[in-house]
């Protein structure tokens, strides 16, 4: 019995760990890339959780100006002390003339010859507890108002820069995936020519064999085939970087196995040479985060502006005693006003404005700056955009053009037509078309990207 538990446990373990070790591997178009980005991308997550900080900012903000209530429990032990009160000697009292005063003064002067009557008393100062509750509402405060209103701002650009965020991930997502795919369909080029140049080289060493071709036609082969392969290495390393890159812009772990399920093919057959050239840069998010900028420049400059107004403040205040002293004179209700008026600071609040006028001159002077930018980008895209499709027009045609060729060459070498050497030009030839067209094709996509975001419209 135990054996058959034993044995038991062993083929459990073994099916977990085969189950558990077994890949699974994801494939994903680039949509579904991008939508799985902008719910996993650590970036963006950040960028998320930073603007929720901006909301409690904000609520933190408007909480200053909301009432306030504060209770607290004093507990206060004298070790028994007497208060000693001396009302003076009454040896030394002077008489009074009682009929010099009216009706109200003599009762006065009464109580004071009756409390001088002995030279001292002494008061006990028992334990003294008693618990306060007060509650205050800022009523009127300048610096208060615009502290609220930049907050809201601060929330608006805080929003804006999870676009901003979002915007990146998806063109470094597109720019990735279409790298992926292009060096893809490069890396099956060589593998396809790799295979047709083993077919060749063993067709040449056969006729070598029987003495119809020479060794240098072997030779120049096998140098083909070498060349090739490096390549083939290369590109495979590549791929694997690339791949690494994606994963991390994902936001997903990097043993994780990820295919791209989108044809090259199809997107190649789908690209727009045609772009809109209009640009509105009230559109770019750059740029609207720059006017934000200034918004909260412009605040900052009228909240120090309000430090010279006066704030006011209403309290009121109830004390219950516990326990008290014989001598006690501290009222159980209190309510008040409490009037801050800034009147001297040694030049303080004027250095704070001069400061402030200046950050914010500098913010509007940068506004401009990236207008500038924007526009010159603008055009600098747009011209790499039409260099773009013209390259890949003229790519286009000439891989048909290079195909050809080397299919006929090829025959003409099966034949003995042509050299081995003008064989090899002619593949070296078709490997440099196909490179130059695959390139071109990226470098279009990635253009237009580019130019998408430009007008944050990814």
């Known amino acids: 019995m135990k054996f058959i538990r034993f044995f038991s446990t062993i083929l459990l373990s073994?099916?977990?760990f085969t189950l558990f070790s077994q890949e699974q591997v994801y494939r994903l178009t680039l949509q579904e890339c991008i939508d799985y980005?902008?719910?996993?991308?650590k970036s963006l997550l950040n960028a998320k959780d930073q603007a929720t900080s901006v909301e409690y900012q904000i609520k933190e903000t408007r909480a200053q100006g909301l009432p306030q209530i504060?209770?607290?429990?004093?507990?206060?032990?004298?070790f028994d002390y007497e208060l000693n009160i001396n009302f003076g000697d009454s040896e030394s009292s002077t008489s009074i003339d009682y009929s010099l005063l009216d009706a109200g003064d003599k009762e006065i002067m009464k109580l004071f010859s009756?409390?001088?009557?002995?030279?001292?008393r002494s008061i006990v100062m028992n334990d003294q507890c008693s618990g306060n509750v007060q509650v205050s509402q800022l009523i009127f405060s300048g610096q208060y108002l615009i502290g609220l209103q930049s907050a809201k701002i601060a929330r608006k650009l805080a929003n804006q820069n999870i676009t901003l965020t979002e915007l990146d991930i998806k063109e470094n997502i597109i720019k990735t995936y279409?790298?992926?795919?292009?060096s893809e369909r490069t890396l099956n080029i060589i593998n396809e020519n790799i295979e047709n140049m083993n077919e060749i080289l063993l067709h040449t060493t056969n006729l070598y064999k029987n003495g119809v071709a020479e060794e240098t036609d072997v030779d120049q082969l096998n140098v083909l085939v070498s060349q090739l392969k490096n390549s083939q290495k290369s590109l495979e390393r590549m791929i694997q970087l690339n791949y690494n890159l994606l994963k991390f812009q994902l936001g997903v772990a990097p043993e994780t196995s990820i295919e791209l399920s989108d044809n090259l093919d199809n997107i190649t057959g789908n690209i727009s040479t045609t772009i809109s050239s209009d640009f509105n840069i009230g559109n770019n998010i750059n740029y609207q985060m720059m006017e934000t900028q200034v918004e909260i420049s412009k605040k900052q400059l009228e909240v120090h502006n309000w430090?010279?107004?006066?704030?006011?403040?209403?309290?009121?205040?109830?004390?219950?005693?516990f326990k008290t002293t014989g001598f006690d004179m501290t009222p159980n209700h209190l309510a008040g006003f409490s009037l801050n008026v800034p009147i001297f600071s040694s030049g303080l609040r004027k250095a704070k404005v001069s400061e402030a006028k200046i950050d914010y001159e500098i913010a509007k002077r940068k506004k401009e700056m990236l207008e500038d930018q924007l526009k010159t980008q603008h055009?600098?895209?747009?011209?790499?955009?039409?260099?773009?499709?013209?390259?890949?027009?003229t790519q286009k045609e000439n891989i048909i053009v290079a195909k050809r060729?080397?299919?006929s060459m090829e025959n003409k070498y099966k034949q003995g037509l042509i050299s081995s050497l003008d064989f090899v030009q002619a593949n070296n030839n078709y490997l440099s078309a196909e490179n130059n067209y695959l390139s071109a094709v990226l470098t279009l996509l990635q253009a237009q990207t580019s130019l998408n975001k430009l007008y944050n419209n990814l």
Do not use: R, W
């Open 178 to 182: 279409y790298t992926i795919l292009v």
């Open 405 to 407: 060729v080397l299919k």
């Open 37 to 41: 980005a902008l719910q996993h991308n």
């Open 114 to 120: 009756a409390m001088a009557s002995s030279t001292s």
């Open 379 to 393: 055009k600098q895209l747009l011209y790499s955009f039409y260099n773009a499709v013209e390259n890949y027009n």
């Open 14 to 16: 073994i099916f977990c």
């Open 70 to 78: 504060d209770g607290k429990i004093n507990y206060n032990t004298y």
């Open 307 to 321: 430090s010279y107004a006066p704030s006011l403040v209403g309290f009121y205040s109830y004390t219950e005693k």
